[in-house]
């Protein structure tokens, strides 16, 4: 069964960056809008940022101009570059499709704290 297996996350300060990874298989992000999620704790799953077939960005406000999402090289991997990171980024962070179309993997932690 395909799955996302989400990495990079980490302990960091407020204003450093943090660089996740995401892979997946059977072209899943090859043929669907690919995308970042997150949920804090006590906290509804939110869409984070998303990337078309077409290159077609989209980002939610809380992030705009700090994270960027991008392909792989290879179609079933993806990346969310997050910079100027703020204590209120700290989440689980989950790929995976829009709309979700595969299981969700287990998330890679990431905690912004002093």
């Known amino acids: 069964q395909v799955r996302s297996v989400e990495s990079g996350g980490g302990l960091v300060q407020p204003g450093g960056s943090l660089r996740l990874s995401c892979s997946a298989s059977?072209?899943?992000?090859?043929?669907?809008?690919v995308a970042w999620y997150r949920q804090a704790p006590g906290q509804q799953r939110e869409l984070v940022a998303s990337?078309?077939?077409?290159?077609?960005?989209k980002y939610a406000d809380a992030v705009k101009g700090r994270f960027t999402i991008s392909r792989g090289s290879a179609d079933d991997t993806a990346s969310l570059q997050m910079n100027d990171l703020l204590p209120e980024d700290t989440a689980l962070y989950f790929c995976?499709?829009?709309?979700?179309?595969?299981?969700w993997g287990q998330g890679t932690q990431v905690t912004v704290s002093s």
């Open positions: 995976n499709t829009v709309p979700v179309s595969i299981p």
């Open positions: 990337l078309t077939r077409l290159n077609e960005y």
């Open positions: 059977r072209g899943v992000f090859r043929f669907n809008t």
